[in-house]
């Protein structure tokens, strides 16, 4: 992704930059505050600093392409101020024709990188979402305390294990560690691929919790759901675009670039507007290429602290609205208790005016 610290460890963006740009990297959810920065009119002077700094630190990733760039232009423009004109109609008319044909390719890979993009985030979305609602099944399902104690670790730690894994990290986040016993934590750190030991242990909890078959399918088809989102999140670190069709993108856009200054052959205007060309294309290609593997762009360490924080929510809001279902039952049957006596003193009383008024009616 490039550097998130620039000139001697001062944080982009500094002063007097950060009067002018704000740096939203993608690793927390929007919020209403940068919803509103967004679509706001300023976004018009972020986009021309966002070449610099975070999200995508664009000059930097593309410094040398665009180097090489800029002297081949300048060593035009040397040529040419030795009397040496060039006079290439030809390569002139190559260019508008091929122009057309780099517009698709990048189309074509920023399209194919944003669709992996979205791809990644619902499934790893899915991810923190099924887990939460499958330890809301086992809270809702199971009394016992140990068995909810199990679930609630090793769906605390599932988006973790699927964050390792894209992510490529060595170790487990110390925070889902710190969930499992140390038996669990050593086979977890010796399988290859952490989310398969957390949704075998899933399975091996089901038949000591003895549940009724309904109970046990619903829970089941979640594991299925969570483990299906799992392997989407891994398809996708594990297997990029075709590598023939990312080295034509960007070789076509290289050597365009490179050539580009032997194409606008406009004095001494032209490296500056090679400079600018060049750098607006490599944008594009840098851009679709960061898309491709989008698990460093999105927010996953957020929603994974998310999960762990909803899951252990889930026992807590359960017991409090079990408290309030029975504490609504005494109220109720208070209040049933209540409508009889007042009816049976009703009874009694009309009772007792019939014999009164019959009693009256013997006497005359």
Known sequence: MGLS??????TWPFWPFNLLYVARPDMLKSSAKEWEMMHSQWRFVQA???YIGPPSHVLWNVKWPWLFSMLVAAGVQIFKHLDRELDLPQLIQSFSITSFAMSLLLAFKLNRGYDRWKAARDAFGRCCTRSTFLYSQAVSYIEDPKLLGAYRRFLSVSPFAVMQTVLGEPELDPKAA??????????????TKGIQVIITKLHLLFPAAQLPTASRLAMESTVAELWASACACTNIRAQALPYGLSLISLGFVQIW??????GLNSGTYGVAATALTT??????????TQLEQPFPMLPIAFLSNGCMVDIGRVEQEAAELRDSTVAEDVIISAAELRDSTDSTARDSTAAEEVIVSAAQARGL
């Open 257 to 262: 670039c490179t050539l580009l200054p032997l």
């Open 5 to 10: 610290n620039y000139g001697g460890g001062l």
């Open 178 to 191: 710190a969930m499992l016993l140390p038996r669990e934590l050593a086979v977890y750190q010796k399988s």
């Open 279 to 288: 750098l607006l294309l490599l944008a594009v290609e840098e851009v679709a």
């Open 48 to 50: 021309l600093f966002c």
